[in-house]
Structures are given as structure tokens and as C-alpha cells.
């Protein structure tokens, strides 16, 4: 079946821009997650969905970083005003929760954003 | 709050020798263990992952890891690495029962397999 898709794969933005990075988990999944991977680093949390409402943004960085899912399915993290500093791989992920499984959580294939 | 610490950036290995990913983790609360792989250019793929039980888990692509509570370790191991094996490693924890706990991960091991 299809996975958790991510877009665009790309994005370069100049430093101030604005910029809208899309998720789409696997279909039934209820738990959303956004990580950064920083070059050379492991994965960093940003924040957990749990349906519609985010149940954890302790890992967002600062007030410049946003995420929504309206829904409950598709997810979008916005970024104002971005920063060199922001350049990275944004992964997506979703889980099913279901008990036993230890909430195993299915990765998509990042969106790679640079800021100029 | 976890953290993990993954010992070896780089591991260069010759293909069919044995090889092992060195984890460890602290925690102050039990924890699920997990070991991803990440493929150039590709997101990351589970290859184990340990829950409770039998502390020998195995999982794709020939590979196994050991939890060992007492040295808070979750090495990944594999009898004989093929070239198709290079790629970044990662473990990571999260919380024991916690309902959509976020993933801790560790830095990552490089492996690169060379013929």
C-alpha cells in the first residue's frame, strides 16, 4: 500500500520567506510526527499529532514554526521568516498506535528545504 | 528525558565479515529500542525493534540486536555484511507505554562496505 508521502522533495527559499511543507501519512494512521534531520545529525522532534489536536510541540524550535492538521490526515508545517538556519531535511511520520506494536512509526522521505 | 548515544560515527567493514553497531541509552523511565536504517537519498527504514521478552531480536536483512538492560545497550549485529548494507544507522528510544511517545534518536553510524 502506499506510504507517508512528503512535498514538495525540495525547497529552496530565500532567508525571510515563508514556506509550507506538506505530509501525507498512511491512510488510518491517527499519530502524525515532524522530526528535523540536520546534516550529519540524527532525527530531532518537532511535534506529535494525535487525530487533529497536537498533543506534543515541545520540540518546535520557536514561534517561527507552525504545524496544522485539520483533519486528522494530511499534515502541513509552516515556517515565517525562515533562516539560514533552517536548512534541513524535514521527515514526516505516521503510526497506527495500535497496542503491542510499540507504536512503530513509518517514515517518509523527507523534504529537503535550503534557505538562500 | 532520553538520550542515546551511538558510539561509532564511521564503520568500514569488508564485505562478508561480521559486523556490530554499538547503542547505548539512557533513560529514566523503561523504553522501547529501535534500529533504523537510512538509504542515500531515502527516508528511514525500521530494521528491529525491541518491546519486551526475549532480549535477542531479529529483523530484516539479517540482522539482530541485543538489549542488555543492566549495560543500557542495544548493539546491532550481522553475521556477514554485503555492499548493499552501506548506509547510515540509526538507534532510538522511546518511552515505554506511552501513547505516541516521540522518538529519541542517536547521531548515526556510517557503515560502508567495501568489496
Known amino acids: 500500500g502506499a506510504g507517508v508521502s512528503q512535498t514538495p522533495s525540495n525547497k529552496v527559499t530565500e532567508k525571510g520567506k515563508y514556506v509550507e511543507l506538506r505530509c501525507d501519512p498512511i491512510?488510518?494512521?491517527?499519530?502524525l510526527y515532524w522530526y528535523r534531520q540536520s546534516l550529519g545529525q540524527g532525527p530531532e522532534f518537532l511535534i506529535y499529532?494525535?487525530?487533529?489536536?497536537?498533543?506534543?510541540d515541545s520540540g518546535l524550535p520557536n514561534d517561527r514554526f507552525f504545524a496544522v492538521r485539520p483533519e486528522g490526515s494530511v499534515s502541513t508545517l509552516k515556517i515565517q521568516r525562515t533562516e539560514r538556519g533552517d536548512s534541513a531535511v524535514y521527515l514526516c511520520?505516521?503510526?497506527?498506535?495500535?497496542?503491542?506494536?510499540?507504536?512503530?512509526?513509518?517514515f517518509g522521505p523527507g523534504t529537503r528545504l535550503t534557505v538562500t | 528525558a532520553q538520550s542515546v548515544t551511538q558510539l561509532d560515527s564511521q564503520v568500514p567493514v569488508f564485505e562478508e565479515a561480521p559486523v556490530e553497531l554499538r547503542c547505548n541509552y539512557s533513560?529514566?523511565?523503561?523504553?522501547?529500542l529501535f534500529w533504523y536504517v537510512q538509504y542515500p537519498n531515502q527516508g528511514l527504514q525500521l530494521l528491529l525493534k525491541?518491546?519486551?521478552?526475549?532480549?535477542l531480536v531479529k529483523g530484516i536483512n539479517g540482522f539482530e540486536a541485543e538489549f542488555n538492560k543492566s549495560q543500557t545497550s542495544f548493539h546491532l549485529r550481522k553475521p556477514s555484511v554485503h555492499i548493499s548494507d552501506t548506509a547510515e544507522y540509526f538507534c532510538?528510544?522511546?518511552?515505554?507505554?506511552?501513547?505516541?511517545?516521540?522518538?529519541?534518536f542517536g547521531e548515526g553510524t556510517q557503515l560502508t562496505v567495501n568489496p
Open positions: 491512510s488510518g494512521h491517527t499519530a
Open positions: 511520520a505516521s503510526s497506527p498506535l495500535v497496542p503491542g506494536q510499540g507504536f512503530e512509526q513509518y
Open positions: 525491541y518491546l519486551s521478552g526475549s532480549t
Open positions: 499529532f494525535q487525530g487533529t489536536g497536537a498533543a506534543d
Open positions: 532510538a528510544v522511546s518511552k515505554l507505554g506511552a501513547s505516541g511517545s516521540r522518538l529519541t
Open positions: 533513560s529514566s523511565v523503561s523504553v522501547y
